[in-house]
Each structure stands twice: as C-alpha cells, then as structure tokens.
C-alpha cells in the first residue's frame, strides 16, 4: 500500500482524537475511487455544458423537493 500524508486544519482535531482512525483511511480511498471514476466518465462523455448544466438543476430540484417533503 502507498502512504498519503494529510494535512488538515486545525479544527479537524477531533478527527484524529478518535480511538479508531481505520474509518478515515476507507473514506479518504472511496472518495479517490469515486474522483477518478468521475474522470473517466467525464474523458469519454460527449455531454456539452449546458446539457451538464441541465442536468444539475434538475438533481437539484429534485433533492429541494425532497428534502422538502413534497417529491
């Protein structure tokens, strides 16, 4: 495995006061896959801008709806 020094501000503290820091590894490695994937996806896509656009107003819309309690 490669190691990954992290620098992080102070007020993240609490993050490493805890007993058991094996979570912050499997978070830090899901949200690299989960960066990278969206790379790839993203060379090979044939969306324009503003079909990007469209599609983040309407995910959008549609968590507000949600979290709202009317979707």
Do not use: C, Q
């Amino acid at each position: 495995m490669v190691e990954l020094k992290v620098k992080l501000p102070k007020d993240f503290t609490w993050i490493l006061n805890r007993e058991d820091n094996e979570w912050i590894e499997k978070v830090l490695i899901n949200r690299i896959v989960e960066v990278r994937l969206g790379n790839l996806l993203a060379e090979k896509s044939k969306l324009k801008e503003k079909d990007i656009d469209e599609l983040d107003h309407m995910i959008k819309k549609s968590l507000y709806k949600k979290v709202k309690g009317n979707g």
